[in-house]
C-alpha cells in the first residue's frame, strides 16, 4: 500500500508537469529518477509474484506429468492384457478329432 501511495504521488506530479506543459521538467534527471524509484519496488513485488507462480505451476505439471506417466503405464499393461485375454480361448485349444 505505501508503494501504491509513491506511485499515485508521483502520476500526480507527472500529470500537473503535462497539463503545465512542462515538458522540460517531466524529462528531467530528476523526475527519472524519481520514475525509477517507484518502479523499481514495483516491478521487483511483480517478479516475485511471477516467480512464486511460476513454481506452483511447475509443481503442478511436475505433479501431471507423473500421473500421466502411470496412467500411460497402466494403459500398456491393460491393452497387453486385453490382447492377451482375447486370443487365450484359442491357445492350445486342441482341434477335434475327425471321425472315420
Known amino acids: 500500500m505505501a508503494q501504491h501511495k509513491l506511485v499515485k504521488a508521483y502520476l500526480q506530479k507527472a500529470r500537473a508537469a503535462c497539463d503545465s ?3 522540460k521538467r ?3 534527471a530528476a523526475m527519472t529518477a524519481e520514475l525509477y524509484s517507484v518502479i523499481e519496488p514495483m516491478t521487483e513485488l511483480i517478479n516475485k509474484s511471477l516467480s512464486n507462480n511460476l513454481a506452483i505451476s511447475r509443481q503442478y505439471k511436475d505433479e501431471a506429468d ?3 506417466l ?3 503405464r497402466f494403459a500398456s499393461v491393460a ?3 486385453g ?3 482375447a486370443i487365450a480361448p484359442w ?3 486342441k ?3 475327425r471321425r472315420r
Do not use: D, R, W
Open 66 to 68: 507423473s500421473a500421466l
Open 91 to 93: 491357445i492350445g485349444k
Open 79 to 81: 491393452a497387453g492384457l
Open 83 to 85: 490382447i492377451v485375454f
Open 95 to 97: 482341434k477335434p478329432k
Open 70 to 72: 502411470t496412467f500411460e
Open 21 to 23: 506543459g512542462q515538458i
Open 26 to 28: 517531466l524529462n528531467s
